[in-house]
């Protein structure tokens, strides 16, 4: 019986260990998700014609985090990715990459608008968040 037990609780530890979640930023549901909000957020804040879509955007925020939830992760776990500053630098370079593949000179507010609404004419993700003045 002894046995039949320590069987039952080590095969619970494996299934719990193999249950265990990545970390969020290997979730690309979310991560890519959270890295197009970043980027369409630089853009209205760099692009004088383009703004950003306030409601949507706060749907969408609430989307992921609802998704986040549905996927087992906890409110600290959604909080500490969110407010990581090694996520943040990350996320960071990863958009200066993407703004560097793009084309954009980030020293000239209109190549951020030219990508801007690109993404809006595309009805991207991006460009679902943002709208021309």
């Not at 703004?51 to 609430?62: E, H, K, P, T």
């Not at 996520?87 to 190549?111: C, H, L, Y």
Request: with cysteine.
């Amino acid at each position: 019986m002894r046995c039949l037990f320590a069987a039952l609780l080590g095969a619970c530890v494996l299934a719990s260990t193999a249950e265990a979640k990545p970390p969020l930023r290997e979730v690309s549901a979310i991560d890519d998700a959270l890295f197009d909000l970043g980027v369409a957020d630089r853009i209205r804040k760099q692009c004088p014609s383009i703004d950003a879509r306030m409601l949507r955007a706060l749907r969408y925020i609430s989307d992921l985090e609802r998704q986040a939830k549905a996927m087992g992760y906890t409110d600290e776990e959604i909080s500490a990715y969110i407010d990581s500053d090694a996520e943040k630098d990350r996320m960071k370079a990863r958009g200066a990459a993407f703004f560097a593949q793009r084309g954009v000179d980030t020293s000239d507010p209109q190549s951020y608008c030219a990508l801007g609404l690109e993404e809006i004419q595309k009805s991207s993700r991006i460009g679902s968040l943002l709208r021309a003045k």
